[in-house]
């Protein structure tokens, strides 16, 4: 089946660090999705993306939609205690009622 | 409340047996997802629906049966379970289509020993 490709697998920073995360695919989206997953919650979405090239921002949370509409980024800047947990990129293929997620950056913060 | 609640947040069972986990949503969206939540394997979609009475498969479907009677409940059945069905179970709903990003439940942690 189709696959995202999302990387790091996991990261370990120090708080106030900027954070960077992203997915890569050989197919083509029309939408992308960032949720973040809090631990013994269910993911909750960030960021939606509907157009190659977008850039848009939640906070201090930045993502877009990669020009090819083939990738996405994900942007944390000055990283907080609360930041901990689990990010999903998410993409909805063209002619298709359902999305696909990648397999999650977990994000942990050095005291 | 308004949302989408799942039921039971913890279930222990035992190989064989059979266990229903449960789905509510209050907004009336047409879609409903089952997914498990396994280290090392993100997000797998198991079920789907669109609407009441139409569901379909997702990447991991055996051994699991849905049904969709009514829009606001969509509730997952493992007919006999198995050890390697002991995983997090998220249900999620979205109003129309999937471009919109899913609303997702609390999760049901479901041991089979």
């Known amino acids: 089946g189709q696959q995202l490709n999302q990387s790091p697998q996991s990261m370990f920073i120090q708080e106030g660090e900027d954070v960077s995360m992203n997915c890569t695919s050989s197919s083509i989206f029309n939408t992308w999705l960032w949720y973040k997953q809090d631990p013994g919650e269910g993911p909750v979405l960030l960021i939606a993306?509907?157009?190659?090239?977008e850039l848009t921002s939640n906070g201090r949370l930045t993502a877009q939609f990669g020009i090819t509409r083939k990738d996405s980024f994900l942007n944390i800047s000055a990283s907080i205690p609360s930041d901990v947990g689990i990010y999903f990129c998410?993409?909805?293929?063209?002619?298709?009622?359902?999305?696909?997620f990648g397999k999650g950056t977990r994000l942990h913060i050095l005291p | 409340d308004a949302g989408i609640t799942q039921s039971p947040r913890y279930k222990i069972t035992e190989t064989g047996r059979q266990v229903t986990l449960m789905c509510h949503q209050t907004w009336s969206h047409s879609y409903m997802f089952w997914y498990r939540q396994d280290l090392g394997h993100g997000l797998r979609l198991i079920y789907y629906s669109a609407a009441a009475d139409i569901t379909d498969k997702g990447e991991v479907p055996d051994g699991y049966v849905v049904s969709r009677s009514k829009t606001e409940n969509f509730p997952l059945t493992l007919e006999s379970a198995t050890r390697s069905q002991t995983s997090v179970y998220f249900c999620a709903s979205s109003e129309s289509t999937a471009g919109y990003g899913y609303t997702f439940g609390s999760g049901t942690r479901l041991t089979v020993v």
């Open positions: 993306l509907y157009k190659a090239g």
């Open positions: 998410a993409g909805q293929l063209l002619r298709d009622d359902k999305i696909i």
